[in-house]
């Protein structure tokens, strides 16, 4: 009988032991969601910001650029700046928005700007090119001018 009691106050202890842990778990689980959920809005905060500054970035470029092909038109006038790009009301830390933009998505803005800026630069260097081969003399020789 007494071993039957004893087994049974062990039995109790051990259960109340695992009822306190799985407690703690699922105190541990709610925290990891909440936690997890602010992530996510927050890449999803900086994945907008990022596609934001990267369209910002290259209407600078081309800006800038277009800058430097008028002045070997003798024009002296410049274009004004783009203006910036309102991302909308903000609440709290973090900016709503209606779609999460993922980073293929992303991957896809760089690309494009990238491919942008490197086809304005080749044309720039073939214009360049062109000017000075023109000024030399070689360039009229073999277009046969």
């Known amino acids: 009988m007494d071993q039957?009691?004893?087994?049974?106050?062990?039995?109790l202890a051990i259960r109340n032991r695992f009822n306190a842990l799985d407690a703690k778990i699922l105190l541990l689980d709610g925290q990891v969601a909440a936690i997890r959920s602010e992530h996510i809005e927050f890449q999803a905060k900086m994945a907008a910001d990022f596609l934001s500054l990267s369209t910002q970035i290259g209407d600078l470029v081309d800006y800038i650029r277009g800058g430097d092909a008028k002045k070997g038109e003798g024009s002296s006038s410049r274009c004004p700046l783009p203006t910036p790009v309102n991302q909308g009301e903000s609440s709290g830390n973090f900016i709503r928005t209606t779609e999460i933009i993922s980073p293929t998505d992303i991957d896809a803005a760089q690309r494009d700007i990238m491919e942008r800026m490197m086809r304005a630069d080749r044309e720039r260097d073939r214009e360049r090119r062109e000017r000075r081969l023109s000024r030399s003399g070689s360039y009229k020789r073999r277009r046969g001018y």
């Open 4 to 11: 039957s009691v004893t087994a049974d106050t062990d039995s």
